[in-house]
């Protein structure tokens, strides 16, 4: 029933801009954890960034901090990814997905990937050079 929808990929210029959105439905964000991974051709889905909704903790993977940022409407139950100065490293499929959360440390961080429950069904980014 729990549905996560990603929008927001295309086709950009290496050092420009695109905004990730992830909608869920029948599902609220409170007491939840939301994370982007993204998966790249021939390589594993790595983790790409998090927030909390119970907290507004967020966790970043180390090749995009500085650059990306993820942020949260609960009320709307969307939540964003803002990545900037893109490179065409960058490049792959963007999946969103969800985790119960109640706030307790976990030392695989907020967004285990073996710990989400519900996942989107990806958007394409492709960064040119």
């Known amino acids: 029933e729990v549905q996560l929808v990603e929008s927001g990929g295309g086709l950009v210029q290496a050092g420009g801009s695109l905004r990730l959105s992830c909608a869920a439905s029948?599902?609220?964000?409170?007491?939840?954890?939301i994370g982007w991974f993204r998966q790249a051709p021939g390589k594993e889905r790595e983790g790409v960034a998090c927030?909390?909704?119970?907290?507004?903790?967020?966790e970043y993977t180390d090749s995009v901090k500085d650059r990306f940022t993820i942020s949260s409407d609960n009320a709307k139950n969307t939540v964003y990814l803002q990545m900037n100065s893109l490179k065409p490293e960058d490049t792959a499929v963007y999946y969103c997905?969800?985790?119960?959360?109640?706030?307790?440390?976990?030392?695989?961080?907020?967004?285990?990937?073996?710990?989400?429950?519900?996942w989107g069904k990806g958007t394409l980014v492709t960064v040119s050079s």
């Open positions: 997905a969800a985790r119960w959360y109640s706030g307790t440390y976990s030392p695989y961080g907020i967004c285990d990937y073996y710990a989400m429950d519900y």
């Open positions: 029948r599902f609220t964000f409170d007491d939840y954890a």
């Open positions: 927030i909390s909704s119970t907290d507004g903790n967020t």
